[in-house]
């Protein structure tokens, strides 16, 4: 079974500087697709970023990038230049290939940008 | 394009009543989903299905059904509403489970259902 572990509830940044949110997971698994996923104050789940687990390079999406350390298990989700519309709730989540019934989430993270 | 379409969006149930949550997807995806979400926590999979015809258990079944008829609708349905049932719902599509990268889930705006 995997499991995905967000260890900050809540995090702050100031504006228009970097945050990095953490996650690390376990599975058995040796193929799998690492996601995070933005939802803000409205509700709406909004995918972010997507990194594979045969990935050579970590994935980036304008300013969010994956910081993908295979042997560590962790993925964790890097914001650059904070916006205030980065205030939000953030999930990790993974699925094994194949297997897209097993879409595990992470208990989330609150990050709040500071103006 | 309307992706995931889920209604509705806003629901009051007394207890022991039953109601169907509508999920429809004209993305032409073969995997749905339908996850609940309790308040500050992550989403949890109610039940999913691979295809028309073919549904099964995810983490948290018990007091929901599902069917589907049709590669585009996957209703959930609950049976006799109980207060733990109070919760946000979201059905999600994907196109296959298998593919690299086509994994991604595409979420629908979500139920609030409250069972007083």
């Known amino acids: 079974a995997q499991k995905i572990t967000q260890t900050q509830p809540g995090m702050f940044v100031q504006e228009k500087e970097a945050v990095t949110l953490d996650c690390t997971y376990d599975?058995?698994?040796?193929?799998?697709?690492l996601f995070w996923y933005k939802q803000p104050s409205s509700g709406e789940m909004i995918f972010l970023i997507y990194?594979?687990?045969?990935d050579q390079q970590n994935a980036t999406e304008g300013r969010y990038s994956l910081n993908f350390q295979k042997a560590r298990k962790s993925a964790n989700l890097v914001i650059s230049a904070s916006q205030l519309g980065d205030s939000a709730m953030y999930f990790c989540?993974?699925?094994?290939w194949g297997y897209g019934q097993n879409f595990v989430f992470g208990p989330g993270t609150r990050l709040s940008v500071l103006p | 394009n309307a992706g995931v379409t889920q209604t509705p969006k806003f629901r009051i149930l007394k207890i022991g009543q039953s109601m169907t949550l509508q999920c429809t997807q004209d993305m032409n995806h073969n995997y749905m989903y339908w996850y609940r979400q309790d308040p500050g926590m992550g989403l949890k999979l109610i039940y999913y299905?691979?295809?028309?015809?073919?549904?099964d258990k995810g983490e948290v079944p018990n007091g929901y059904n599902v069917s589907r008829s049709t590669t585009e609708d996957f209703p959930l349905r609950l049976e006799l509403a109980a207060p733990s049932q109070t919760s946000v719902y979201f059905c999600a599509s994907s196109y296959s489970a298998g593919a690299r990268g086509n994994e991604k889930l595409f979420f629908g705006s979500g139920t609030q259902l409250s069972v007083l």
């Open positions: 989540a993974m699925t094994p």
């Open positions: 990194q594979g687990s045969y």
């Open positions: 599975t058995s698994d040796p193929s799998y697709g």
């Open positions: 299905s691979v295809g028309a015809g073919i549904t």
